[in-house]
């Protein structure tokens, strides 16, 4: 490059500024590119639906692979873990090794105990602080074995990882071709109405870009675990050639384009560059006191990581003028086929450790009735074995936790008995969810701030084959969303009786 003609015009040309920023490379950032588009997208998202007071934030924790979430909540009832036992064969946690985390489950009154090595969540479940959801999966319309004999109304590719996967996150199960998710649409209805910042999306993902996320007018705001939002490398940087860079960028970028399309991308592409700048520096502002690493360690997990770059954001959800954020993390590795034992004693204390430590950051925030995280996975894993694992089965149980979340209780239908050929067995110990995923988002979308009308079927297309319009009783039960021992009572009364 010519040094000279840069100093004396001030300027540079396109070519020059291509070849010192890397040609394309310095605008491909996920990071960048998931703020160049929402700039622009954002702009046409649907009018406010009320009920939006106050901050709240969602936290999905997707567990990628398939968890097998059989041995995550296990009967404790003598009867119902011997038929556990007798399914799960040399799968099974010992009955002694479940001493230390068993409990009696608030709703029902059964017996039931945590994987041991999840004693956080066993302390937090028994504080009343968190929750499980029991044989929820995806369902297109409640089934049963008829209808699955008959393969009437099931999600496309069950068994799937790719299907499934994108089942639970776009809620859209009976299609392949669905590229939007459930916090997507749900950002789609609320964004304009909720954050007076279109630079940075409500929905907020570390790492990577996700469907569950991504509505029509929104993606995901990608930032990294340990870094935040990544920025233009180089910019405002102290060496002589990145203040050539930087001098090159915002002499581009502030030059008068007769264009639209020209002067679009120059406005956002400024626009992108600072809201990353924003955003770095407003969690910058947050110091934690709550410890993320991994005890024994000295290092965080990769989950971890992600919960505390969470926290961080949500802490400085204020300065970037948000009021309802949704997060996505996740932790990929629980396709257990093989020595699912030694995988799950080594994998769980992680999951477990994480949602721990997230939980008393909110709390160090002063946000833990206002913040709720819940796990999602493709399916959980066959109760019979083959021979070292688990294969991909259907439903499964997964957790919900907060300040807002009635815990201390079971919600959904544990079924009554796991041993072979149930009810719900349509082979192999792959059991039929009785709780879909739509009635589960819809619990959350509710308590987020979403009406029980035409937006719900917007976001949840097939929620009326679960839920009716209108009621404002919520599906399940599990989140407080005013009277806590109505909601216990609605509980107990529709989702302990026996399958």
């Not at 945590?114 to 409640?142: I, Y």
């Not at 082979?427 to 509710?446: F, H, K, N, Q, W």
């Amino acid at each position: 490059m010519n040094n000279r003609n840069t100093k004396k015009t001030g300027r540079l040309s396109r070519r020059d500024f291509l070849r010192i920023s890397g040609t394309c490379a310095a605008v491909s950032a996920t990071p960048l590119l998931s703020t160049l588009l929402n700039m622009e997208l954002i702009k046409s998202a649907a009018a406010a639906t009320p009920d939006l007071d106050g901050y709240k934030a969602l936290v999905c924790v997707f567990l990628h692979g398939g968890i097998d979430s059989w041995n995550v909540l296990i009967p404790y009832e003598t009867s119902e873990y011997a038929d556990y036992a007798s399914i799960r064969t040399n799968m099974v946690i010992p009955y002694a090794d479940l001493a230390s985390t068993n409990f009696t489950d608030g709703l029902s009154g059964r017996s039931f105990a945590a994987h041991p090595a999840m004693s956080e969540v066993h302390r937090l479940f028994q504080d009343g602080l968190l929750g499980f959801m029991a044989n929820v999966g995806t369902l297109v319309a409640p089934t049963d074995k008829a209808d699955y004999d008959n393969r009437s109304n099931l999600p496309i590719g069950l068994f799937s990882h790719f299907d499934q996967q994108n089942s639970w996150q776009s809620s859209v199960p009976q299609s392949r071709t669905q590229i939007t998710g459930f916090a997507g649409r749900m950002a789609d209805a609320i964004t304009d109405s909720v954050n007076s910042n279109p630079a940075v999306s409500m929905n907020i993902s570390t790492d990577s870009m996700n469907v569950f996320q991504t509505g029509h007018a929104v993606v995901p705001y990608v930032v990294n675990r340990n870094s935040g939002a990544v920025v233009l490398k180089g910019y405002n940087g102290a060496s002589r050639r990145d203040r050539i860079f930087t001098m090159a960028t915002d002499g581009l970028l502030d030059q008068t384009y007769s264009g639209l399309l020209k002067r679009t991308h120059a406005q956002t592409y400024r626009q992108a560059i600072d809201a990353a700048a924003q955003f770095n520096e407003e969690i910058g502002k947050i110091n934690l006191v709550t410890d993320f690493t991994f005890p024994g360690t000295g290092n965080k997990t990769s989950l971890s990581g992600q919960l505390e770059m969470v926290a961080k954001t949500i802490g400085a959800s204020g300065g970037l003028g948000q009021t309802r954020q949704v997060f996505f993390v996740s932790r990929g590795g629980w396709d257990h086929h093989a020595n699912l034992h030694n995988n799950l004693d080594n994998m769980l204390p992680e999951l477990s450790h994480a949602l721990d430590a997230f939980y008393k950051a909110t709390v160090e925030l002063g946000v833990a009735a206002d913040v709720t995280t819940f796990t999602a996975s493709d399916f959980a894993r066959t109760l019979s074995s083959n021979g070292d694992g688990a294969d991909h089965g259907w439903g499964g149980n997964m957790i919900m936790m907060g300040g807002s979340v009635v815990g201390g209780g079971i919600y959904g239908q544990y079924p009554m008995t796991l041993a072979e050929g149930n009810e719900l067995d349509v082979g192999r110990g792959r059991l039929i969810p009785t709780a879909s995923v739509d009635e589960y988002y819809a619990e959350l979308a509710m308590w987020f701030g979403i009406q029980n009308d035409a937006t719900m079927e917007t976001i949840l297309p097939n929620i009326r084959n679960f839920y009716a319009s209108g009621t404002s009783v919520p599906p399940l039960g599990f989140m407080n969303m005013g009277d806590k021992e109505l909601r216990r009572s609605f509980t107990f009364s529709r989702f302990t009786r026996s399958p």
